[in-house]
């Protein structure tokens, strides 16, 4: 699929459903948002961009912490629902800007901070990505990665992966702990450290958030029951289809 193609399927897949990640629980909580706001304690004239901003909860824990936040994603809806709720919350510092991970429209160390969540595993060329954050970020500035962690285990790997893309056909990768460091590393940022956290994921409102088609929905819960007790036991699948995986949290410095 081409670059053009991949970022079509994206606009699609999400515009339609921009309000929904807004409310999502998956989304709008998780223990890492802590960690993000730790970071930035005695921030208070940076300047920071979310990457892949989705409905714009990393913006919202930020905001009142930073000089101001850019909220960055390849789907115009999806800005559209950060503007709105950033004044509904009182949050003048935020504002939006549209466009790819790969390619950047900002000036050369422009940012002390990037934090990207939940977002990586939509972008069609990683390490592209990575040397434009490397790239507009300031020397010694702090970009933070969340995302879903592939096992790195093939068996595993081929589950999940297969599992994401029916659910959401603008999937491209969960990337294993090995291929994120290599590609962090490749793009000229320093690993500064990782942590790994569990997600749980419920079926009904996984799918329903995706509006993912009723015939998609009936692979991923057969696949399910096909596959044997590792996977079964490794990703905690329940009989409803709910199931459980590995987020990475990684810190990278330029």
């Known amino acids: 699929m081409t670059s053009t193609a991949h970022t079509q399927v994206v606009q699609k897949q999400f515009g339609e459903q921009a309000s929904a990640y807004l409310s999502s629980a998956v989304h709008a909580q998780g223990t890492e948002f802590a960690l993000l706001q730790a970071e930035l304690a005695g921030q208070g004239a940076a300047r920071l961009l979310d990457l892949g901003c989705g409905a714009g909860h990393v913006s919202f824990h930020v905001a009142p912490l930073v000089k101001e936040v850019v909220a960055y994603d390849l789907s115009q809806q999806m800005l559209d629902v950060v503007a709105a709720a950033a004044v509904d919350r009182g949050l003048a510092n935020i504002s939006t800007v549209h466009g790819a991970a790969e390619r950047l429209p900002f000036a050369d160390g422009e940012f002390d901070f990037v934090f990207s969540r939940y977002s990586a595993h939509h972008w069609s060329d990683l390490g592209l990505a990575l040397r434009e954050v490397r790239r507009v970020l300031k020397p010694g500035g702090v970009a933070a990665f969340v995302d879903v962690l592939s096992p790195g285990s093939p068996l595993l790997d081929t589950y999940l992966q297969t599992v994401e893309v029916l659910r959401d056909t603008s999937h491209v990768r969960d990337y294993s702990a090995g291929e994120w460091m290599r590609q962090i590393s490749e793009a000229g940022l320093h690993v500064r450290n990782s942590s790994r956290q569990r997600l749980r994921l419920e079926y009904t409102s996984w799918v329903e ?19 044997g007790q590792e996977v079964r036991d490794y990703f905690e ?3 409803d289809g709910t199931f459980s995986t590995d987020v990475l949290v990684v810190w990278a410095e330029r």
């Open 237 to 239: 699948i329940q009989a």
């Open 209 to 227: 958030r995706m509006r993912t088609p009723p015939v998609l929905r009936a692979a991923i819960l057969e696949l399910q029951q096909a596959m």
